[in-house]
Nanobody, 124 residues
Framework: QVQLVESGGGLVQAGGSLRLSCAAS????????MAWFRQAPGKEREFVAA????????YAADFVRGRFTISRDNPKNTVYLQMDSLKPEDTAVYYC?????????????????WGQGTQVTVSS
């Protein structure tokens, strides 16, 4: 059973920054594609970014517009989401996801393992 635990969320003013972390256990982390999704109040889950097992290839949603950066530290079994220039519309619960293949998918159904999420709130 693969377990994913997110942390690093909180309350920040517009224009500020946060770094989210996702710690993995129970699997071979270095072989997994990792991704971040988010779900805002009253809205459906949406894709944020994904990173290949070796960290070389990345894929991000258009709304990120260079503000967010996904990275991973395989020796620490951890994936990160650095969020800069945050906007109120970034307010959401952010979820970490994983799957044991090489596909950088934006469809959440392609990911088999999920964390419980961490709340990010951006004030005006």
């Amino acid at each position: 059973q693969v377990q994913l635990v997110e942390s690093g969320g909180g309350l920040v003013q517009a224009g500020g920054s946060l770094r989210l972390s996702c710690a993995a256990s129970g699997g071979t982390f270095s072989n997994y594609v990792m991704a971040w999704f988010r779900q805002a109040p009253g809205k459906e889950r949406e894709f944020v970014a994904a990173i290949r097992w070796d960290g070389i290839m990345k894929y991000a949603a258009d709304f990120v517009r260079g503000r967010f950066t996904i990275s991973r530290d395989n020796p620490k079994n951890t994936v990160y989401l650095q969020m800069d220039s945050l906007k109120p519309e970034d307010t959401a619960v952010y979820y970490c996801a994983a799957n044991g293949d090489n596909l950088l998918a934006s469809d959440g159904h392609q990911y088999h393992y999920w964390g419980q999420g961490t709340q990010v709130t951006v004030s005006s």
